[in-house]
C-alpha cells in the first residue's frame, strides 16, 4: 500500500472488523483491530500535505486516526493525533469534532491514573413528562431517579460479588471493583447513561463483568414492571437486595403527573416502567406479637438522623412535636437516607407495645 487512499481503505476494514468485534463482546479482539486501523490510518494523515488545499481530508484523517487510537486506549498517540489534526487548516466541523474527542481522552486518561477503567457497557435512563422539556428536567426528578439508580447499581455490584448486605460503615476496598460513571445527558425525552469504570490491572470476582450487572438490573426491573415478585425473588434470593431493589425502583418508577414515563435500557434490550409508585409494594417484615396491639398508622413530620441500634430504626418528629420511632428494614436504608431532614409521610404498622411504627413505605409528604 503507497497512496493515501489504500492505506485509508485498509484502515476502515480493521475499524469494520473491530465494531463487529466489540459488538460481539470479544474486547481484545477489538483493541487489536482498532490498533491495526489507527496505524494505517495515521500513516495515510502522514502522507497529506500540511496546507490549506488539503483540506478537509487532512483533519478528518487525522480524526478519523486520534478516534481509533482512542478505541485501542493508546491515549498518547490519539492526543499525538489530535494535535496533528488541529495544527493544520481543520474546517469548524471537524475542530470541534478534534476537541470534543480531546476531552474524552483526557477523561479517560485521568481515569487510568486512578486505575480505572471504563466499560463498553452503558445503562441508559430516559424519562418523559410535563417536568421534562428539550434537553431540560426539573432538578428534583432527575436527581431522585439518577441517586436511586445509584444505588441499585453499587448494591447490585456488592450482592453479584457475595457480599452480605450492609446497611452502614465503610464498603471494603474488594467490593469497589466497579464505580459508576455518567454520561453527557442527550435532549428529547431527556436521557442520562451510566457506564461502569472497574479497577485496572485487578481481578474481577468471577462470573462478575459490567455487562451482567447491566442485565441483571434489567432483569429485576421487569420483574417489578410486571408485578412477578417470585421472579424477583429467585433473581434476588437475599431478602434485603431485595427491598432494596423495590424500594429503589419505586422511586424511579414514574408518577404520572410530572413523569410520565420512564424507561432504561441497554444494547440488548429496553425495559418500560409505567406502574405508578402507589402499584408497587414496598412491605418490610413485622415481628408478629399479639395481633390486637398491631394496627396501620400514618405519620407526617420532620425526618430526623436515624439513631443506631441493635434494631436499626430512625425518628421523625410529628406535626404535634412528639418524636415517632419508625423501625427500619434491612434494606430500606438507602430509601430513608434519601429523605432525611424533609417533611415526610410514613405508611407502617403500629406496635402499641412497643411503641414503635414498622415502615412500610416513606414519600415526600405534600406541601
Not at 497529506?48 to 491515549?75: G, H, M, W
Not at 434519601?338 to 414498622?358: E, H, M, N, P
Request: hydrophobic share 40%.
Amino acid at each position: 500500500m503507497t497512496n493515501v487512499r489504500e492505506l485509508h481503505d485498509a484502515a476502515m476494514k480493521f475499524a469494520q472488523q473491530a465494531m463487529v468485534a466489540r459488538e460481539e463482546g470479544q474486547a481484545t479482539v477489538a483493541e487489536r483491530y482498532a490498533r491495526d486501523a489507527y496505524e494505517l490510518e495515521s500513516r495515510a494523515a502522514g502522507m497529506v500535505r500540511l496546507d490549506k488545499e488539503s483540506e478537509p481530508t487532512r483533519s478528518i484523517l487525522y480524526s478519523s486516526a486520534a478516534s481509533l487510537a482512542f478505541q485501542c486506549k493508546n491515549y498518547d498517540e490519539s492526543i499525538r493525533l489530535i494535535g496533528q489534526g488541529l495544527c493544520g487548516f481543520p474546517p469548524p466541523q471537524v475542530k470541534g469534532e478534534l476537541l470534543a474527542l480531546l476531552e474524552q481522552v483526557n477523561f479517560e486518561a485521568q481515569l487510568k491514573e486512578r486505575g480505572l477503567a471504563l466499560s463498553s457497557d452503558d445503562l441508559d435512563l430516559s424519562i418523559k413528562g410535563d417536568d421534562v422539556g428539550f434537553g431540560l428536567v426539573i432538578y428534583d426528578e432527575f436527581a431522585k431517579r439518577i441517586e436511586s439508580l445509584y444505588s441499585i447499581l453499587t448494591r447490585t455490584v456488592q450482592r453479584k460479588q457475595g457480599r452480605q448486605y450492609q446497611a452502614s460503615g465503610p464498603i471494603a476496598g474488594m467490593y469497589k471493583y466497579f464505580v459508576p460513571a455518567l454520561l453527557a445527558p442527550r435532549a428529547g425525552s431527556f436521557s442520562i447513561s451510566f457506564k461502569l469504570a472497574a479497577l485496572a490491572d485487578s481481578q474481577a470476582p468471577l462470573f462478575v463483568n459490567a455487562s451482567e450487572i447491566i442485565e441483571d438490573i434489567l432483569a429485576g426491573m421487569e420483574h417489578v414492571e410486571s408485578g412477578n415478585m417470585a421472579g424477583l425473588r429467585d433473581l434476588i434470593v437475599e431478602d434485603p437486595y431485595r427491598v432494596n431493589f423495590v424500594a429503589m425502583a419505586r422511586r424511579i418508577a414514574p408518577d404520572g403527573e410530572k413523569v410520565s414515563h420512564v424507561a432504561l435500557s441497554s444494547k440488548k434490550k429496553t425495559v418500560g416502567l409505567t406502574r405508578l409508585p402507589t402499584d408497587i409494594s414496598v412491605v418490610s417484615e413485622v415481628e408478629r406479637g399479639e395481633t390486637s396491639i398491631l394496627r396501620p398508622k400514618e405519620i407526617i413530620g420532620l425526618l430526623d438522623v436515624a439513631k443506631s441500634r441493635k434494631v436499626q430504626y430512625f425518628e421523625v418528629t410529628a406535626e404535634d412535636k412528639r418524636a415517632q420511632r419508625i423501625h427500619v428494614a434491612e434494606g430500606m436504608d438507602d430509601l430513608v437516607r434519601s429523605f432525611f431532614k424533609q417533611r415526610v409521610k410514613i405508611s407502617g404498622i403500629y406496635d402499641a407495645r412497643k411503641r414503635l411504627t414498622y415502615l412500610q413505605n416513606i414519600v415526600a409528604a405534600e406541601e
